[in-house]
């Protein structure tokens, strides 16, 4: 069973902390339970935690709770060795508005005092100091690779920094909210969303959302082709290069047709269309098939960092272009490869 949660080609668009979910899903007060972990799915795309429960009525409840992923979690010092089966924890979150049983978890206090947080941005709950989050990252590698540290301009593995410690040097119109520009088309598609409807059928995201996550991405040349590949759910994208092909004459599917172009030696400018999926995030956002976007990744010259740009333009669902800007940069990573996702074949 698959999880998209955590925030995010891009574009968590949505920055809060149920950036894989709509919140429309989840009550939005904070709710405290305590209870016996019974169960750890540690595994990719996300993290699960199963909580056994004691009701009002005396009846044993298990809770299906879900975290980060692997990558988010690990950058920040969260591991699986921090938890034990059998233990009572305290866990704070938000439950589904939809299922009796499934619970957005991002602070966990173990029964030794330790207070984890185990999704990417949170504060402290019970204690003055907790394990996890961003802010407790570094720019040490998650999952060492020699070969990707030894650089090879733009095509090696990219990460996200630590916050605050890079600055993105392309500049312009400042980045509007999504739910200031989207129009009302695009914000009905929210009541019909259902993101375990989803993820149990393991459907993979489209563009825009399956890039620019807070994951390691990975530019790979292939003939006069180049591969973007993401790490969160191990997609890989085709950037056309030199093509004659019109992209209106290519099928629609999910990532659409991609058409890229060096605008000098360290610029690439892409152009995507032909776009199927059918929300701008997945938070049920809508998105219509005459959604355009328009990326621009730019290599600085000591070639150790990626300054990017995505517009997103879509006549229907946007009121104007929705705009991400962001940098990665080079730690020496690699991609984790591994995605485990099978789909649930009994209904809720």
């Avoid at 990417?120 to 998650?142: K, M, Q, T, V, Y």
């Avoid at 790490?231 to 058409?259: A, C, K």
Wanted: aromatic residues 10%.
């Amino acid at each position: 069973m698959i999880r998209f949660i955590l925030t995010g080609l891009l574009l968590a668009i949505s920055v809060s902390a149920q950036a894989h979910h709509s919140m429309t899903h989840f009550e939005e007060a904070v709710t405290e339970m305590e209870g016996v972990l019974v169960d750890i799915s540690w595994r990719n795309p996300h993290v699960f935690f199963f909580l056994e429960t004691e009701e009002a009525n005396g009846e044993k409840k298990t809770w299906e709770m879900e975290a980060g992923t692997i990558y988010v979690l690990g950058r920040a010092g969260v591991t699986r060795d921090l938890f034990t089966l059998g233990e009572t924890v305290r866990v704070a979150g938000n439950r589904s508005g939809v299922y009796d049983d499934k619970f957005w978890v991002e602070n966990i206090l173990t029964e030794n005092g330790n207070e984890v947080l185990v999704v990417l941005n949170g504060a402290p709950r019970w204690n003055d100091e907790l394990i996890g989050g961003r802010s407790s990252w570094n720019n040490e590698a998650f999952i060492r690779d020699e070969v990707a540290a030894q650089g090879n301009g733009f095509f090696r593995v990219w990460s996200p920094p630590v916050r605050g410690s890079v600055t993105p040097r392309l500049t312009g119109a400042p980045t509007n909210q999504l739910a200031n520009i989207a129009t009302d088309a695009s914000k009905a598609a929210i009541d019909g969303w259902d993101p375990y409807a989803f993820d149990d059928a393991c459907e993979l995201p489209g563009l825009p959302r399956v890039n620019h996550g807070p994951h390691p991405h990975s530019f790979v040349q292939e003939g006069e082709n180049i591969l973007l590949v993401s790490e969160e759910f191990y997609i890989t994208r085709t950037i056309h290069m030199n093509s004659d092909v019109d992209p209106e004459t290519q099928p629609l599917s999910p990532l659409g047709y991609s058409v890229g172009r060096w605008e000098d030696e360290n610029t690439l400018i892409v152009e995507t269309s032909r776009i199927n999926f059918p929300y701008l995030n997945l938070g049920g956002y809508g998105q219509s098939e005459q959604v355009h976007i328009t990326e621009r990744y730019v290599l600085d010259d000591e070639e150790n960092r990626m300054d990017y740009e995505v517009i997103i333009r879509d006549p229907v669902m946007l009121n104007e272009p929705y705009i991400k800007r962001d940098v990665w940069v080079d730690i020496g990573e690699s991609i984790n490869e591994e995605y485990d996702c099978v789909p649930k074949t009994a209904a809720h």
